[in-house]
Nanobody, 116 residues
Framework: QVQLVESGGGLVQAGGSLRLSCAAS????????MGWYRQAPGKQRELVAT???????NYADSVKGRFTISRDNTKNTIYLQMNSLEPEDTAVYYC??????????WGQGTQVTVSS
C-alpha cells in the first residue's frame, strides 16, 4: 500500500503562485508514474500533469506554460509549481501514484482557491 500526503494549497489572488508537494510512503519500491489531478465543484476530476520515473512529463493543455511538475526520487516526492494562477484553477488538487498490478493510490486532496 502507498500513502500519499499533499501539502501547499491555499488562497491566492489571480496571477499569483503556489507550490504543491506530495510525499509518498509505504510500498513505494514499485511506484511508477505520479501526477496531479484536480476536481472543481460540480465537475469531474481531470488530469493536470503527470511525470514518469524517468522524468517524462505530460500536461493538460489548460496549464501548459503556467504549471511545472517535478519529481525528487530521493525524497519520494513530487511537486507542482503553479504560476499565473487563474480563478478557473480553483479546485481540490489530488496527488496520484500508479503501481503495476495495483489500483491507483490517491492523496486526500488539498484545496486551491484563486480569487479574482
Amino acid at each position: 500500500q502507498v500513502q500519499l500526503v499533499e501539502s501547499g494549497g491555499g488562497l491566492v489572488q489571480a496571477g499569483g503562485s503556489l507550490r504543491l508537494s506530495c510525499a509518498a510512503s509505504g510500498n513505494i519500491f514499485s511506484l511508477g508514474t505520479m501526477g496531479w489531478y484536480r476536481q472543481a465543484p460540480g465537475k469531474q476530476r481531470e488530469l493536470v500533469a503527470t511525470i514518469t520515473t524517468s522524468g517524462r512529463i505530460n500536461y493538460a493543455d489548460s496549464v501548459k506554460g503556467r504549471f511545472t511538475i517535478s519529481r525528487d526520487n530521493t525524497k519520494n516526492t513530487i511537486y507542482l509549481q503553479m504560476n499565473s494562477l487563474e480563478p478557473e484553477d480553483t479546485a481540490v488538487y489530488y496527488c496520484n501514484g500508479k503501481r503495476a498490478y495495483y489500483s491507483d493510490s490517491w492523496g486526500q486532496g488539498t484545496q486551491v482557491t484563486v480569487s479574482s
